[in-house]
């Protein structure tokens, strides 16, 4: 039920936006997720899928939206300036972290 809100929410708060500001005529952007969003949750509602395909899902969509959220915040300008020693260092220290994760199996 709460999925369904959300949906509701974002359809009234996007036309009410583009009713509201269609004076000054603003291109806003399509909320694309909301349709994706609305997908998802009518196959969970109607439990189309296999739990364990729908944690895969789960699993995977959280590792995407994660990873595109840091990739937004990168500026590549910001790269150049600091030069390649502290990004090789940040790397070697995250791929570190990541095998000792690996190795206790702590998820």
């Known amino acids: 039920m709460p999925d369904a809100l959300i949906i509701i929410f974002a359809i009234i708060l996007f036309w009410w936006?583009?009713?509201?500001?269609?004076?000054?005529?603003?291109?806003?952007p399509i909320p694309w997720f909301v349709f994706g969003f609305l997908g998802f949750s009518l196959v969970n509602t109607f439990n189309f899928m296999a739990p364990a395909i729908e944690q895969s899902i789960l699993q995977i969509s959280i590792l995407v939206l994660t990873m595109a959220r840091l990739g937004l915040n990168v500026e590549l300008q910001l790269f150049r300036q600091v030069g390649?020693?502290?990004?090789?260092?940040?790397?070697?220290?995250?791929?570190?972290?990541?095998?000792?994760?690996?190795?206790f199996q702590i998820t």
Do not use: E
């Open 84 to 103: 390649g020693p502290p990004c090789l260092w940040s790397s070697a220290l995250a791929l570190f972290g990541w095998l000792l994760l690996a190795l």
């Open 17 to 28: 936006l583009g009713h509201h500001l269609s004076l000054t005529r603003l291109q806003l």
